[in-house]
């Protein structure tokens, strides 16, 4: 089992996760016996020879959309999964009014050196206050293979439109870096006395980590912008070892301090150069304090200082734990299955509902229940769901309910496995009223109170997955925002699947890839915690691409939760 890990990390969707009153040694076996099988049907094609490797993107000369201002750029990474069908891997951030972005956001995926992998990199200008793609100007993008990028490590090419032809002058650079290095530095930086830009107010400062690179410096990192404010703390923020120095401590860091502009054309506050080693020394005794250096304001004003002080007051090297580090040391993930029986689903009885079964026993309810659950129940050992309806009139009183369980026993919920659920749903649905309103909030605040219990252990112990399956009309949305708000300081996700032709903009909306979910106050979310899936688009696309598609970001969701809380497996993982 001298590669067990390797192997492992290939196949990081369908493991089998450890529950209640399974043995550790039990579930390593079942993954490693489950990875080897996976291995094997997929034949001689594919090795051990698989590593992680980030993309940063970066664009020049974009085409510019805006009438009154330049483009305001993000780039989206898609994979070819199967046939026609592309999966979205990530987007990087938005920049603002900028026709030559430097995305700090890399795309970290599995390189496998004998499979040829797609890439598609679309850019567009993103205008809309919520982000969406659909409204958004497209302004090129670029097919390759994930091959050709790793083997230039520095590819550049010109962006195309959807027709082929070129997109204006515009052009793409991808950078690939191997990570082989799990290490990450956590960081607590703040500012002092920065110099003063705008002249109606204080600077707006961010800061921009650079690594010395062969082609020259290379952006690693930019943190967010702090408003009005000459003295900054900046949120607490992490950096790959491998991106910000490649795992060398003397090797020479760069740290730019910019005054934000809503135009694009960020003014310069001031720089400085250091390593590793001088932040992690200064900061073991009190902080590292760094001069902000303007050179072209120190050689016309005599007595110049320095344009404020960068404090670094935390630098610490820390190992980041992978999601199967946290399964194969013992955390275990549990789901909940939420069903809509909302009224805009339609009358059961009709054969336009959603919820209508036809004489061969097919719904779009009951298709995306067996195919997603087919998926899910891959990482539950016992294969017991809690499952529950909302939005419907439930007997004996009749009075609509949000969270009831399917199967009509509040003190036991659970379902025996994908078939269980399925049997309930045929138990449930003659005996409920369709109705309304589609409040998501009870049913999501039900989950989260499970992850507020879980808060409470000092491991890594419990991940709650909440399935919600819905024609995606809702009406609750302030609730809702405001409950995935409070629920992403939990070790809780939410994948939503959205069934039938409906407008799903607001599931789109609740899916934080467009930007940061804000609740209706203005309460940012931690984290991104909702992935939607729109079923019709994998009907007929075959398991494999639903299943990435539906579990696409839990890995990383889970891993990011735990390390942000600095909580470890409940036991350390053999490294066999």
């Known amino acids: 089992m001298a590669h067990c890990s390797q192997y492992i990390e290939m196949f990081p969707f369908r493991l089998v996760v450890m529950f209640n009153c399974v043995p550790v040694e039990f579930v390593r076996v079942c993954v490693f016996q489950a990875v080897m099988a996976a291995l094997a049907s997929l034949g001689p094609k594919v090795t051990d020879c698989v590593t992680k490797v980030a993309l940063s993107v970066s664009c020049e000369n974009l085409l510019d959309m805006d009438a009154f201002s330049k483009s305001d750029p993000l780039c989206v990474l898609l994979m070819n999964s199967s046939g026609p069908h592309w999966c979205e891997i990530g987007r990087t951030e938005k920049i603002q ?61 010109p962006l195309v439109m959807k027709d082929k032809s070129p997109a204006g ?6 950078c690939a870096e191997e990570r082989t290095d799990n290490r990450v530095v956590e960081f607590e930086v703040s500012g002092r006395k920065l110099d003063k830009k705008d002249f109606f107010g ?11 690179a062969e ?18 703390i900046w949120r607490p923020f992490r950096i790959p070892l491998q991106s910000l120095c490649g795992g060398d401590v003397e090797k020479s860091i760069k740290i730019d301090c910019y005054d934000y502009n809503n135009s694009g054309s960020h003014d310069f506050i001031g720089s400085f150069v250091t390593t590793l080693s001088q932040m992690q020394q200064a900061s073991q005794t009190y902080a590292a304090e760094f001069e902000c250096i303007n050179s072209k304001k120190k050689q016309k004003k005599k007595g110049y200082k320095n344009s404020g002080v960068i404090i670094v007051k935390q630098c610490k090297t820390v190992k980041d734990y992978t999601f199967l580090d946290y399964i194969m040391g013992g955390c275990q993930i549990n789901f909940t299955i939420a069903i809509d029986f909302t009224g805009s689903n339609g009358d059961p009885s009709s054969p336009q509902s959603l919820h209508y079964i036809n004489p061969g026993g097919y719904n779009e309810y009951l298709a995306a229940i067996w195919a997603v659950g087919n998926v899910i129940q891959d990482y539950d050992s016992d294969k017991m769901f809690p499952a529950f309806g909302f939005g419907a009139k439930i007997p004996p009183s009749w009075q609509v309910c949000h969270e009831f369980p399917i199967n009509f026993n509040p003190s036991d919920p659970f379902c025996a496995g994908i078939e269980g659920v399925v049997q309930a749903y045929h138990h449930c649905l003659p005996q409920v009223k369709l109705y309304g309103p589609t409040n998501f909030s009870p049913i999501i605040n039900h989950v989260a109170h499970f992850g507020r219990q879980a808060m409470q252990q000092e491991t890594a112990m419990q991940y709650y997955v909440l399935l919600i399956i819905t024609d995606g009309v809702i009406t609750d949305m302030d609730e809702t925002r405001s409950a995935i708000v409070n629920a992403s300081r939990l070790p809780m996700s939410v994948i939503i699947v959205g069934v039938g032709g409906a407008d799903f903009s607001a599931m789109e909306f609740l899916d934080g890839d467009d930007g940061i979910l804000r609740s209706a106050a203005g309460e940012a979310a931690m984290r991104d915690i909702v992935q939607f899936v729109p079923f019709r688009q994998f009907q007929n696309a075959g398991t494999a691409a639903l299943a990435q598609s539906v579990l696409a970001e839990l890995p990383e969701q889970v891993a990011s939760f735990f390390n942000l809380f600095d909580l470890k497996p409940p036991s350390e993982p053999s490294p066999s």
Request: proline letters at 4%; glycine letters at 6%; a neutral charge.
């Open 169 to 174: 002058k515009g052009t793409i650079t991808v």
């Open 97 to 157: 009014n900028c026709l030559n972005p430097k995305f700090s956001k890399p795309f970290v995926i599995d390189y496998y050196f004998e499979m040829v992998q797609k890439l598609k990199f679309e850019v567009y200008d993103i205008d809309s206050g919520n982000h969406s793609l659909q409204e958004a100007d497209f302004l090129g993008e670029l097919e390759c293979t994930l091959g050709q990028v790793v083997s230039s490590k520095k590819l550049s090419r």
């Open 215 to 232: 082609s020259g410096w290379q952006l690693t990192h930019r943190t967010e912008v702090v408003k009005n404010n000459l003295n900054p």
């Open 202 to 212: 204080k600077s707006d400062p961010f800061l921009e980590f650079y690594k010395q």
